[in-house]
């Protein structure tokens, strides 16, 4: 059993930054690949960033490429999230979620390929 605990979220405005940090306890976290998803209010749980295990690989949807970034240390059991110039539309629910030797694609991640999740944290952006 993997546990995972978000923090970092907030209300911002528009253009602002935040960090997002996923700490996970039980097993060897540096054997999960792990993955950002947000889900806004009505809509679907979408993948927003993913870091492989083996090689650190990093992986994003368009709509956050040159925004946001995806990093992990291991020595801390700990995946974040950096946000930058954040808009409104990336106002939502953002959960964090990990599976142990992850060997699907990382050009997009579906949710149900992943087993353990956080409780989320709120993101909202004011425009």
């Known amino acids: 059993q993997v546990q995972l605990v978000e923090s970092g979220g907030g209300l911002v405005q528009a253009g602002g930054s935040l960090r997002l940090s996923c700490t996970a306890s039980g097993r060897t976290f540096s054997s999960y690949g792990m993955g950002w998803f947000r889900q806004a209010p009505g809509k679907d749980r979408e993948w927003v960033a993913a870091?492989?295990?083996?090689?650190?690989?990093?992986s994003y949807v368009d709509a956050v490429k040159g925004r946001f970034s995806i990093s992990r240390d291991n020595a801390k059991n700990t995946v974040y999230l950096q946000m930058n110039s954040l808009k409104p539309e990336d106002t939502a629910v953002y959960f964090c979620?990990?599976?142990?030797?992850?060997?699907?694609?990382?050009?997009?991640?579906?949710?149900?390929?992943?087993?353990?999740w956080g409780q989320g944290t709120q993101v909202t952006v004011s425009s």
């Open positions: 870091i492989s295990w083996s090689d650190f690989y990093t």
């Open positions: 979620a990990a599976e142990e030797y992850y060997s699907g694609s990382y050009d997009f991640l579906n949710p149900l390929d992943f087993t353990y």
